[in-house]
């Protein structure tokens, strides 16, 4: 597999970047219903690792599932249709962005945290029997990694010697919680200790991620086994849009937050229940979650991973600026033929 | 009395359950900053952030329950009980009479449910049908907040596992987090009596509901609609403008499906002779299925009609809120049996 | 034509479909050795053994069929589906609406199913009404030989998700493994007719049974009994104890829940104007109550009752055995329906 | 807590070998129904994990589980009397033995594998906050190191920092897979990677188990986290009383073995399948199963724990006949007190 120059992977970035900030605003009109995990942050997971894939390999999504899709090619037009809910969508408007697929690209995408991790294995299996050098993918959250069936997968993936490689994404958040809070030992070593070889990747460097995933995968294809890459990033926009953790510790004084406190307060206070310092102890815990995602790294921040790209490219001499106004257009565009014919009611 | 949102109300009894009794824990995940009055108040030994393992949690919790304590489980969303199904179908539900009624298992399970808000078809589920199809399980389903504080206050004394499902669309909180997100951009269609609503203080009358009795939210003597949850108002209005067109309507909401409140259905039935069932679960195998039955062990034959999904939840909002029993399905339903 | 056994039957069905289909896998736990022939047969490319991961080969087998392969999943009992429910449920039931109808998920789930041979209540459940209960899943349950071998074919070649149940009373293999174990001093209530018969060969005239068709065992006019498995077997015999009290019985085996073959119920209880369901499923929120939705639905009103499982099945032989749907059970429900 | 001395676990491991005989002999005359799943060959663990036991800890098993309850203290005739599915019996004669329970003793088995995990770190949990000092014990298969539930257990426990020990029973067996054959890695790793203290030990050797699980239980007594005890041991009477694979590899020239082989070679020489060498391969594997069976450790030889205990008592000059003695006639006479009122079928 060719590995792809920095400024196409910086391109692919800014495709999936740009296609989240699209959709946001779709989101914030009211265009798109339910919840909106937006994969800001993971835009350098995802494009070192699925400019690696092949036609045959099977990508297996989560929740968090734009940015991938946007750089495996999967057509943008019918992805916005489909979260607009219209019928002729990607998937006829029954899915939504939860669970887009496209049959063609062999990529679904599934809200059950956790359960990329069997499908993938299932994408595996079947790449080993009917396309010999193809490979199943998993993206999965850090928090994907403690699910029965994530687990378990560990196991099966080497009972079976599947060609599957597992892209843990750890943002270090599942929802409001702390991966390490709830986490025990490193996720790299639990699947060392399953027999899994395993890589680790900085999701700030893309070419450092489409090195690992690179190397993994071909070990993948070589019929090695399973393979783990471990990629940190940051999770620029919260757990969904609208995140109430991220609202309230960015205006720790407004009237959201407020009212939490009041409410939080007030409870604290209550006669019955822990002694003083538990009480103490879950409000120094709360406080310390809330600052931690008050410091989470933001848009255009120096450790988002589009603007590390950004620069590099620039360093490297690239046409960052050129990329930049197409990457633009291309999103425009889609999103404007993704609107034709619906009523737009906050015209 | 107070006035309190559904969620509020569910909290609230809680809250009022874990002051009263130090043998309630809760666990979930993220739930120090869901609930973060009951963390604040109880502290970390009893309010227990738990990793993405339904599985684990749950079963543990059964453990716990079997060892003396009574947790209250969260899970984020009854869809997810399909990763953790075991605990509940042959482990809590399977003590009692595996001890031959020596050894309970007092563990109230809470998830959100039901659709409504777009959000597709792994997380708009009920699946109370299924859950209520095990023996040994208590499954109830509140549709006001005052049933919602009662029924959890019930749960919370009661000595088996219990399943109290908190539908989203009633539930403000739910519908912010889950739905909203802030916007003024999206609108939902929320039943206010549902939403919020006067709640009495513990150790007041009604403070606690009991299981396996239906409340009659409308009279009538043409057409028993029989529902829970969102469907009861969905079926208030239906019998609103029913009435309008002189179909007389009787709302029975039956806020426990586990055990069932079969006289209240019976004896309006008795009197209509006709049944609309209002369900948000899958029609087929379900609770619509064993109103039907209870009718004709009864010796009762109504006219019956079922207004409930008929397969997974589609996205697009026009066609979920199509795909829901909604007022106009209802009325339609109701008039054909009038017909 | 040639006899088998209830469970050779299936073997025979994969066996036949996997020599003509090489996109056929099959997998679970201990398969080498449980299903021998296969693993000589097609190797441990075709014959997977799993570990005891039921959601992780579940789930990858939903994966593997979106991807080409059209797997065989094997778990040792249908109880144990309560740790790999996601998988069905959320994933390979809901892929065809998620695609809107492009993509499909051709598995095959078997698992052994049901008591009567003294094994608990973890391990004698049937579950099919939970399993019914789910849009996009096929769910099916033979009571012959030849069925077995007629709707396994049809699952094997269809394009969605099939539980197929094997009733282990039905299943010599099973019940010599679960129940019996080599020993003379055991004895079990097994239907001669379920456990051996004629099966036609691939490609003759009924080596296919369609889904959704029922089968009518038996003829009669005063009342319809509806039943699948080993129920039908018990039917058939209250039928004949009926018949020489002067009660005629139609026997209905339903072979199929998901789709479920309305017509055919519809059309003997508007001979018979009396149904009564013979379920060894539990009795809530089941097939029973569907049935009785089924003739509501109809504008018939049938006289109604239904002999299912009521509780945990306890262990002790005698209490089991009282438990079950069985034959006295039958006779009392019907004859109650007559007077 | 105190140790044991040898005579008393060779003591028990006595009773639980007898308990075991008992219900093999009701068993075969049809006084028991169901799978019978003897634990003979785990007497050590039993023992030497059991007898560390305090009033107030909690003990989940699995579908193999008279050992531990016979170790534990509970009453025999009851034990019977429910197997023999009486309404007087544990349990009302409603569980049987896969679901044996007693409050009293804070003890529940369950045929579901991997449950026992859950359950336990239930109990330790209960343990921790009512009964100070107090653990929760699991009993598990090495096969139901496998299971979703189970591996989760191994997370949430140190997530938890729970008083929690689990004693993986390695058998080396899951019915007739192989332990290895379907598991990846080495199961203390896996849970070392969790940062599960481990310890292991050879279960031939009681006071070797006794000596390992106190360490652990007195770690996990004092609030410092989960701990695994790996003990190997031999799988004496096969999966179950009447296990095919058992009777098949001890008579291969018997009517079920021939019978078996017959169906396998007419099926490895149809038409239409896999290649002559995947076809020898399964073979091979088969015959390499079927050996391993036959080989494996039967009653009374030199690898059978009781024997090991009774020659090490018997060296140490202890009483060994009396005990033997004692022993039997306790479990004749809970046979005969539980069979009391029975009418035999086969009599
Ligand atoms: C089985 C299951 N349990 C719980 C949830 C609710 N949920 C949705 S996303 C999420 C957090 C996931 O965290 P992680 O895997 O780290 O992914 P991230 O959101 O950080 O990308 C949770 C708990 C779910 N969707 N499925
Ligand atoms: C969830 C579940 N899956 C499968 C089974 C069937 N089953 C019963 S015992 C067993 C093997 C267990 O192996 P192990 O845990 O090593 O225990 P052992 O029998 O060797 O003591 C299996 C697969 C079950 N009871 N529960
Ligand atoms: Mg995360
Ligand atoms: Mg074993």
Chains 1, 4 share one sequence.
């Not at chain 1, 892209?167 to 399953?194: H, P, Q």
């Not at chain 2, 004394?157 to 951009?185: I, M, Q, Y």
Request: glycine share 12%; charged share 20%; with cysteine.
């Amino acid at each position: 597999m060719q590995t792809h120059g920095l400024a196409e992977l910086y391109r692919q970035m800014g495709r999936a970047r740009a296609f989240e900030l699209a959709v946001e605003r779709l989101w914030r009109r009211g265009l798109i219903s339910g919840e909106m995990h937006l994969g800001t942050g993971e835009e350098a997971v995802a494009a070192g690792v699925v400019t690696q894939l092949r036609a045959g390999d099977g990508l297996a999504l989560t929740h968090r599932c734009s940015p991938a899709l946007v750089v495996r090619g999967v057509p943008l037009v019918p992805m916005l249709r489909e979260m607009l809910g219209q019928s002729d969508g990607l998937c006829g408007g029954r899915a939504g962005h939860m669970h887009l697929s496209s049959r063609e690209h062999l990529v679904a995408c599934s809200g059950i945290v956790g359960a990329s991790l069997p499908r993938a294995a299932g994408f595996a299996l079947a790449a080993k029997r009917l396309r010999e050098g193809a490979v199943g993918v998993a993206f999965a959250g850090d928090g994907a990694m403690n699910q029965g069936m994530a687990l378990e997968t560990l196991n099966l993936a080497v009972a079976w010697s599947l060609p599957l490689l597992v892209v843990c994404i750890d943002n270090g958040w599942a929802i409001t919680t702390r991966a390490g809070s709830v986490t025990a030992g490193e996720l790299g070593a639990r699947a060392e200790a399953f027999g899994w070889t395993v890589a680790r990747a900085d999701g700030l460097e893309v070419e450092e991620v489409q090195r690992a995933a690179s190397e993994l995968l071909a070990r993948c294809r070589k019929g090695k086994g399973p393979a783990l890459l471990h990629v940190t990033c940051p999770r620029i926009d919260g757990h969904f849009l609208g995140d109430p953790l991220l609202e309230q510790s960015r205006h720790l004084t407004g009237s959201a937050a407020k009212q939490t406190l009041g409410r939080v307060m007030s409870a604290a206070v209550s006669s019955g229940g822990g002694g003083a310092l538990q009480r103490a102890a879950s409000m120094v815990k709360m406080v310390g979650t809330m600052a931690k995602a008050r410091r989470e790294t933001g848009r255009g921040d120096r450790k988002d991973p589009l603007r590390v790209a950004h620069q590099a490219v620039k360093r490297a001499g690239g046409a960052v600026d050129v990329i930049d106004a197409e990457v633009e257009a291309e999103i425009a565009s889609a999103v404007e033929r993704a609107l034709a014919g619906i009523e737009v009611r906050d015209a | 009395m107070r006035e309190l949102t559904f969620g509020e109300a569910i909290d609230k009894a809680i809250e009022d359950a874990m002051a009263r009794d130090a043998s309630i824990v809760l666990c979930g995940e993220d739930v120090p900053l869901l609930r973060p009055a009951l963390y604040a108040r109880f502290g970390a030994d009893r309010v227990l952030a738990a990793p993405i393992s339904e599985a684990a949690f749950l079963g543990a919790a059964a453990g716990a329950a079997m060892a003396g304590l009574r947790p209250v489980v969260e899970l984020y969303m009854v869809d997810f009980v399909a990763v953790a199904l075991d605990a509940l179908l042959n482990h809590a539900a399977k003590l009692a009479s595996f001890s031959d009624g020596d050894w309970s298992c007092p563990l109230l399970l809470r998830a959100p449910c039901g659709g409504g808000y777009g959000d597709g078809g792994q997380h708009g589920q009920t699946l109370w049908g299924m859950l209520a199809s095990i023996p040994g399980l208590t499954v109830v389903v509140p549709s006001t907040p005052a049933d919602a504080y009662g029924l959890t206050t019930t749960a919370l004394a009661h000595d088996g596992p219990v399943v109290l499902l908190e539908p989203k669309l009633l539930s403000a909180e739910w519908l912010e987090f889950l739905g909203r997100g802030g916007r003024e951009t999206m609108t939902f269609d929320v039943p206010a009596e549902g939403a919020r609503g006067a709640v009495a203080q513990a150790g007041e009358d009604g403070a606690a509901v009991p299981f396996g009795a239906a409340a009659v939210r409308r009279a009538g003597s043409d057409v028993t609609i029989c529902s829970l949850a969102v469907g009861v108002h969905r079926a208030l209005q239906a019998a609103e403008r029913l009435g309008a067109e002189g179909v007389s309507c009787e709302v029975i909401d039956l806020r426990s499906l586990r055990p069932l409140d079969v006289e209240t259905v019976v004896a309006s039935l008795r009197k209509t002779g006709r049944l609309v069932v209002v369900d948000e679960d899958y029609r087929e195998y379900g609770l619509s299925g064993e109103l039907a039955a209870v009718a004709l062990e009864a010796k009762l034959t109504p006219r019956f009609a079922r207004v409930c999904v008929e397969d997974t939840l589609p996205y697009a909002r026009e066609r979920e809120l199509a795909a829901l029993p909604n007022v106009a399905r209802i009325c339609s339903a109701a008039s054909a049996l009038m017909a």
